[in-house]
């Protein structure tokens, strides 16, 4: 049972055979299944000649990186997998000819016969929702780069200090960038800070908030301009 070689012309036209009505080798998601047949092949199946193993073979390869955390038992061979009966032998010409034999047993095929609209939209139904999945897990974060201004109360407040106290703030998704010293008139420093925060987990008006709980030094904050990244 199982695929018997994967490596001449009759082992790919099984496999071909095989992924006629299947996204994968086995279920409906990458497994050690997949993984062991695709490292069985060496080298990409024709397109022209193999439709359905190419196009699962080059779905898998965008797996590659992640071979080895993909479920299954990566100790099975790839001959464990496949049809039950296998028809298809290491050497082609060994296989039986049998000219009676009804065409919906025939493991090879023909070229000619025209895949069930259901069955390709269902396929492609669940690579497109297993393609999205992907994309969702590898999309980075949202950011933004902030520019803050830090007014203090007059020209006498330590300046030192009130950067200190704004930089203790620590915030998941908070990174303080470089701040400097801007005249505003009368002798009077305003503190202008860069800082880059992810969206989704900072809010500007409560970071802001939390710096002027400093009341013994900060005025008032503004955000001087802000841009995603």
Request: charged share 35%.
């Amino acid at each position: 049972m199982g695929f018997a070689d994967l490596l001449s012309d009759a082992g790919l036209t099984m496999l071909n055979s095989w992924l006629t009505t299947r996204s994968y080798i086995t279920g409906y998601g990458p497994s050690q299944a997949d993984v062991a047949s695709f490292k069985a092949i060496k080298e990409q199946p024709n397109p022209a000649k193999y439709a359905h193993a190419y196009r699962w073979y080059k779905h898998m390869s965008t797996y590659q990186s992640e071979f080895s955390t993909l479920p299954g038992d990566p100790s099975k061979a790839y001959t464990t997998y496949g049809p039950e009966k296998s028809e298809a032998t290491l050497n082609p010409k060994d296989a039986p000819n049998d000219e009676e034999e009804e065409e919906d047993d025939d493991l090879f095929g023909s070229d000619e016969e025209e895949e069930d609209p259901e069955t390709v939209r269902i396929r492609e139904e669940r690579l497109a929702a297993y393609k999205k999945k992907k994309e969702g897990k590898e999309k980075p974060a949202a950011k933004s780069l902030v520019t803050l201004d830090v007014k203090p109360w007059d020209d006498e407040t330590d300046m030192k200090e009130l950067e200190a106290n704004m930089r203790s703030i620590e915030m998941d998704g908070l990174t303080w960038g470089k701040g400097q010293l801007v005249p505003v008139g009368f002798g009077i420093k305003k503190l202008q800070v860069n800082l880059v925060v992810e969206d989704e987990k900072v809010s500007i008006d409560d970071l802001q908030a939390k710096i002027e709980e400093d009341e013994d030094h900060v005025q008032s904050t503004d955000v001087a301009a802000m841009q995603k990244l």
